[in-house]
Structure formats: structure tokens, C-alpha cells
T-cell receptor, first 113, second 117 residues
Framework: AQTVTQSQPEMSVQEAETVTLSCTYDTSESDYYLFWYKQPPSRQMILVIRQEAYKQQNATENRFSVNFQKAAKSFSLKISDSQLGDAAMYFCAYKTSYDKVIFGPGTSLSVIP | EAQVTQNPRYLITVTGKKLTVTCSQNMNHEYMSWYRQDPGLGLRQIYYSMNVEVTDKGDVPEGYKVSRKEKRNFPLILESPSPNQTSLYFC????????????????FGAGSRLTVL
């Protein structure tokens, strides 16, 4: 069965600094999708970034980028120039080829002014 | 505005009293799904649906039912709620298997906080 692991329950970063959140997953599939979602205190789930497994190039969205290592089954999120509004729970998610979605347990990120 | 709408947002009920949480999307999405969120466990998928009349079990389907009679609606039914179903519930939708970029990105509803006493 597929699993998603986020080994850092809590992280903190100084404002304007860079932080990396880790995510590893277990699968025997070759075709799948990976996502990072953000959940601020409002509880709304917001897409941060996505990556198709067939693409070798790492996805980037403004201050957010990923380090996708397919062979190692690793999908870390890097947040550059951290801002107070980045404080939230971050979830890594995996979507299988047959449409099941598995989320990791989440990493709570605090941003220190 | 493109959105997923869940109701009710908050509900306190008692053990055994049947309830339905509605979910509706206005984006003509093929794929719809339900999740429950519990502390330390992240979101766990309950059921998902690729199309009308097609539903599949997620990781935690016990105690829940769903139906997909119309493309836009995907209600979650708790026939006999129990206290261990106290949780935060999310409905989400996406285009599905469309090859367009972002077709698999989930759009979430605002969440429904359910308490079963």
C-alpha cells in the first residue's frame, strides 16, 4: 500500500530565511502525482505546488520549489524568503494512477518575526 | 465563483442519529472525494468518485456511505454516527484524468466540523 511520511511534525524559520520540509513516499507505481498543500489557521486547504512523476524537472512556483528525487521517493518543499503568511500546516500528498489520494500527517511551520 | 460548497459547516449530533453532509461543486469536475482530518494523522480519504454512479473506497470507508447521482453533488452519509467519527471533514473535486496541466489538483470545500456525542 502507498504511504506518505513527513518526518518533521513541527518546523520553525526566521522571517526572510529559507526552510525545507521533507516528504517521502512509498509506491510501486511509475505514474503518479505529488502535491504540497497548505492549511492556514482558517483550515482552508490551498495548493502550494504540484509535480507530475513523469517530469524530471523540479516544479517551481515563485518562492516555493521542490526537490523531486524519484528513485529515492523523496519530494521536499523549499520555501525561500519566508513570510509571516507562510505559517501554516503543510501536507504532502500523493495521487495514484487509479485516483486514490494519500496525505502525509503534516508539518506545522512557524515563522519567527 | 468556482467553488466547492459543503453543508453544514458545524454540526453536533448524538450517537445513532443519521446525518448527511452535502457537497456541491460548480466547476463541472469529474472527480470528487471526501476526507476526514484528525490531529497527527493528516487527511485520510473516505470515498472518491470518478464519475456519476462510480464510487470507490478510500482508506477509511467504514461507517460512511456516499452516492453520486449527479455530477455536481457528492453527499456523505453517516447512517449511525459514533463518537469515533468526530472529526473535520473535507470534500474536494478536480477535473480528473483530463491531460490538461493541473487537472489532478484538488479544490477543497471549507470543511465541516462534526461532533458526535
Amino acid at each position: 500500500a502507498q504511504t506518505v511520511t513527513q518526518s518533521q511534525p513541527e518546523m520553525s524559520v526566521q522571517e526572510a530565511e529559507t526552510v525545507t520540509l521533507s516528504c517521502t513516499y512509498d509506491t510501486s507505481e511509475s505514474d503518479y502525482y505529488l502535491f504540497w498543500y497548505k492549511q492556514p489557521p482558517s483550515r482552508q486547504m490551498i495548493l502550494v505546488i504540484r509535480q507530475e512523476a513523469y517530469k524530471q524537472q523540479n516544479a517551481t512556483e515563485n518562492r516555493f520549489s521542490v526537490n523531486f528525487q524519484k528513485a529515492a521517493k523523496s519530494f521536499s518543499l523549499k520555501i525561500s524568503d519566508s513570510q509571516l503568511g507562510d505559517a501554516a500546516m503543510y501536507f504532502c500528498a500523493y495521487k495514484t494512477s487509479y485516483d486514490k489520494v494519500i496525505f502525509g500527517p503534516g508539518t506545522s511551520l512557524s515563522v519567527i518575526p | 465563483e468556482a467553488q466547492v460548497t459543503q453543508n453544514p459547516r458545524y454540526l453536533i449530533t448524538v450517537t445513532g442519529k443519521k446525518l448527511t453532509v452535502t457537497c456541491s461543486q460548480n466547476m463541472n469536475h469529474e472527480y470528487m472525494s471526501w476526507y476526514r482530518q484528525d490531529p497527527g494523522l493528516g487527511l485520510r480519504q473516505i470515498y472518491y468518485s470518478m464519475n456519476v454512479e462510480v464510487t470507490d473506497k478510500g482508506d477509511v470507508p467504514e461507517g460512511y456511505k456516499v452516492s453520486r447521482k449527479e455530477k455536481r453533488n457528492f453527499p456523505l452519509i453517516l447512517e449511525s454516527p459514533s463518537p469515533n467519527q468526530t472529526s473535520l471533514y473535507f470534500c474536494a473535486s478536480s477535473l480528473g484524468r483530463d491531460p490538461a496541466p493541473g487537472a489532478n489538483v484538488l479544490t477543497f470545500g471549507a470543511g465541516s466540523r462534526l461532533t458526535v456525542l
